[in-house]
């Protein structure tokens, strides 16, 4: 295999410079203890910082106690949710690496029997009460599905969750932030009109439907300033969401393009993935092309683009402009030195472990080998 030239060429987001193109996108991996990140986590991390990663972004990071699908999933709401952090960010940095937070809330997609939320003691919250359809927490008896939420009274109380989670990732060392905006979470079910159903300034028309999404993106630019992106995944499907085409398009056209004049450092476009396409009375996710419809719009934002992405897709793609960079993801799980193989020419040959993926320690985690170089 030849070596992906334009993929391995530095790249400036925001205020830093990427060393090449291939990013590791966000996975959550079950492996913190308590929401807290540990020293397994910093292995992981710095493996994948010395496999070449030109930017890694973290597991989504739950900026309050929630009861997640996926138990074990870090925080970032107190003192030593940032030391620990710290450590992390400190060990990538010192790696080579740059590396940045995703903040993540799950709004209606949380359960009420789960650990976290019943130690958070607050109600499943959403833009509206409506639960998602499907759902299976399977870490819970029966594995129950989602439940109805409460609908949120002020989103203004959540943004400022965002901010300090912001905050608090600075103080942790983050390189930046990546906003999640897409996979049916909170920012997503205020987007899409199948899950937000209010008559208030916060729902309705587009540009209410898209006020909660931006107002979080303003307020954390405010304290990252340029370091600051966003993740969407128009196609829908997962966690129930999903509108007709003509609605997605011009939805997410107007969210991405006012996204835009914040100057962010890159939007990731999430292509269609049939894993992310749950059958209920149809197949719920609007499947067209991400790139042909949104990849154009951006002026002031690297644009960037995940799911079922090759690296010799990858290189068409930047070579062509149409995008600035490839998010990978499941390949770097048992990949740790994927983007030095790439560059290298060396087979992507280790099995994924499946038995892995929840397990609680590193197996499957921190075990798979690197190539010899």
Do not use: C
Not at 71 to 100: L, Q
Not at 184 to 197: A, C, E, P, R, V
Not at 295 to 320: M, Q, R, W, Y
Request: no cysteine; net charge negative.
């Amino acid at each position: 295999m030849v070596a992906e030239k334009v993929l391995f060429t530095p790249l400036q987001i925001g205020s830093i410079t990427l060393k090449n193109r291939i990013g590791m996108s966000a996975m959550t991996r079950n492996r913190a203890l308590q929401t807290y990140p540990n020293d397994l986590l910093k292995e992981y991390y710095v493996q994948r910082t010395k496999g070449g990663a030109g930017l890694i972004v973290s597991e989504g990071i739950l900026i309050t106690r929630q009861g997640t699908e996926w138990p074990n999933a870090p925080g970032i709401w107190d003192e030593k949710h940032i030391s620990e952090w710290k450590k992390i960010t400190d060990a990538v940095h010192e790696a080579g690496g740059k590396m940045y937070a995703q903040l993540w809330h799950v709004g209606r997609v949380a359960h009420p029997d789960a650990p976290e939320q019943k130690l958070a003691g607050t109600p499943i919250y959403a833009p509206s009460a409506i639960a998602a359809r499907g759902g299976k927490y399977r870490f819970l008896p029966g594995e129950p599905g989602n439940v109805t939420p409460t609908e949120i009274d002020d989103p203004k109380q959540f943004i400022e969750l965002y901010k300090q989670a912001a905050i608090n990732a600075k103080a942790a060392g983050f390189d930046g932030v990546e906003i999640q905006g897409g996979n049916g979470y909170l920012i997503h079910q205020f987007l899409d009109s199948t899950s937000n159903k209010r008559s208030d300034e916060w729902g309705g028309n587009i540009e209410n439907r898209a006020k909660f999404g931006l107002e979080v993106l303003k307020v954390v630019v405010e304290v990252f300033g340029p370091d600051v992106a966003l993740k969407v995944s128009p196609n829908g499907g997962y966690n129930d969401v999903g509108m007709p085409l003509q609605e997605t398009l011009d939805t997410f056209s107007y969210f991405i393009t006012e996204s835009d004049k914040l100057g962010l450092a890159y939007i990731t476009l999430v292509q269609y993935h049939p894993y992310f396409d749950p059958v209920f009375d149809v197949q719920r996710a609007t499947k067209h092309d991400v790139i042909a419809a949104y990849a154009h719009l951006p002026k002031h934002s690297k644009v960037f683009v995940n799911s079922l992405v090759t690296a010799e897709v990858g290189e068409e793609l930047v070579a062509s402009g149409k995008v600035s960079g490839i998010f990978i993801g499941t390949q770097w799980i048992n990949h740790p030195d994927l983007a030095k193989r790439i560059e290298h020419g060396k087979p992507l040959d280790n099995q994924l472990n499946f038995m892995g993926l929840n397990s609680s320690g590193e197996e499957g985690y921190t075990d798979y080998p690197t190539a010899v170089y």
